[in-house]
């Protein structure tokens, strides 16, 4: 019986602190893909499909704490701990808005017809910018309450063009109707949310909470979890009580422990062909979903 192939992960350096969060496009029309990075360096890098650097975003002082590609990956939105949210051209690098926050910005997402962006963070606020009208007052999502959670907003993801959903540390999930700025759904947890990912391809949330991610409970503590966009048979988490990448089956059987970071896995995330997923602590590592597969910088034994 021929042995699996041993996971050997692909390292994409340039940052200079811990990693914070990663982001894939969806698959563009010439079937490549980008990879954008958040750090607490605070500069925001992107990168080719292979793991290849493109352009750093120059232009935050401080963390960047999260960053986005649009569905057609000609603009980023970061949001940083200078207290303000950015849009970038990726083509150009160029900032093409810088929107001010009056405290840490933990959480950006761009619309799908990328004429808005939806920021969170420590002032436990949601707020909407019209990119058209880039001069005008955010809208805020509250629905006549003071703040949007009673915690630090740690995530915010569109779901079409015309609902958002906030995750907060208050352990609850929001989803906003942004015409009426009025909720219209709720989940709660019984833990802070850690993270949450709009799963695309799957039209799935995909959170971790405590020990729970995927409406299972695992025995550590995930800091991020993604499922695979194609199969959805299995899902990789991330965990700052370790050092560890993990594969998980749907049943929350552990299918395989990835070694290699030097420090606590902050975030994960599968490309949008399933064919790997990127892990940050200090550095990025990219692996593959199945190892020996030829497959970007990899060459392998062309397995099937």
């Known amino acids: 019986?021929?042995?699996?192939?041993?996971?050997?992960?692909?390292?994409?350096?340039?940052?200079?602190?811990?990693?914070?969060?990663?982001?894939?496009?969806?698959?563009?029309?010439?079937?490549?893909?980008?990879?954008?990075?958040?750090?607490?360096d605070g500069n925001p890098m992107l990168r080719e499909w292979t793991g290849d650097w493109i352009g750093t975003f120059l232009g935050h002082k401080g963390a960047v704490w999260s960053t986005k590609l649009s569905l057609d990956?000609?603009?980023?939105?970061?949001?940083?701990?200078?207290?303000?949210?950015?849009?970038?051209?990726?083509?150009?690098?160029?900032?093409?808005?810088?929107?001010?926050h009056n405290h840490i910005v933990r959480t950006v997402a761009i619309s799908p017809d990328l004429s808005h962006i939806v920021t969170g963070g420590q002032e436990k606020k949601v707020r909407i910018f019209d990119l058209r009208r880039p001069d005008a007052?955010?809208?805020?999502?509250?629905?006549?309450?003071?703040?949007?959670?009673?915690?630090?907003?740690?995530?915010?993801?569109?779901?079409?063009?015309?609902?958002?959903?906030?995750?907060?540390?208050?352990?609850?999930?929001?989803?906003?109707?942004?015409?009426?700025?009025?909720?219209?759904?709720?989940?709660?947890?019984?833990?802070?949310?850690?993270?949450?990912?709009?799963?695309?391809?799957?039209?799935?949330?995909?959170?971790?909470?405590?020990?729970?991610?995927?409406?299972?409970?695992?025995?550590?503590?995930?800091?991020?979890?993604?499922?695979?966009?194609?199969?959805q048979d299995r899902f990789v988490t991330g965990s700052t009580q370790d050092e560890w990448v993990r594969v998980h089956g749907l049943d929350g059987e552990e299918r395989e422990v990835l070694k290699g970071h030097h420090g606590p896995v902050h975030c994960v995330e599968f490309s949008p062909d399933g064919e790997m997923y990127a892990s940050g602590s200090g550095t990025i590592r990219l692996w593959q979903t199945t190892p020996g597969k030829t497959y970007g910088l990899w060459q392998g034994s062309n397995i099937s």
């Open 1 to 40: 019986m021929t042995p699996q192939p041993k996971a050997v992960p692909l390292v994409a350096p340039g940052h200079t602190r811990p990693v914070t969060h990663l982001s894939f496009s969806p698959l563009q029309d010439d079937g490549t893909y980008l990879l954008v990075s958040s750090c607490k």
């Open 73 to 100: 990956a000609s603009k980023a939105v970061s949001g940083s701990a200078d207290f303000t949210a950015k849009v970038w051209d990726t083509y150009s690098g160029e900032a093409l808005h810088s929107f001010p």
């Open 137 to 231: 007052e955010p809208q805020f999502l509250c629905d006549g309450q003071p703040t949007a959670h009673e915690g630090t907003v740690k995530s915010v993801v569109w779901i079409g063009d015309q609902t958002v959903v906030s995750a907060g540390e208050d352990g609850m999930l929001w989803w906003w109707d942004i015409r009426s700025r009025q909720r219209v759904m709720s989940l709660p947890f019984p833990e802070a949310v850690t993270s949450m990912e709009h799963s695309t391809p799957t039209n799935r949330l995909v959170v971790t909470s405590g020990t729970s991610t995927h409406s299972l409970t695992l025995p550590y503590r995930p800091s991020s979890a993604s499922l695979h966009p194609i199969l």
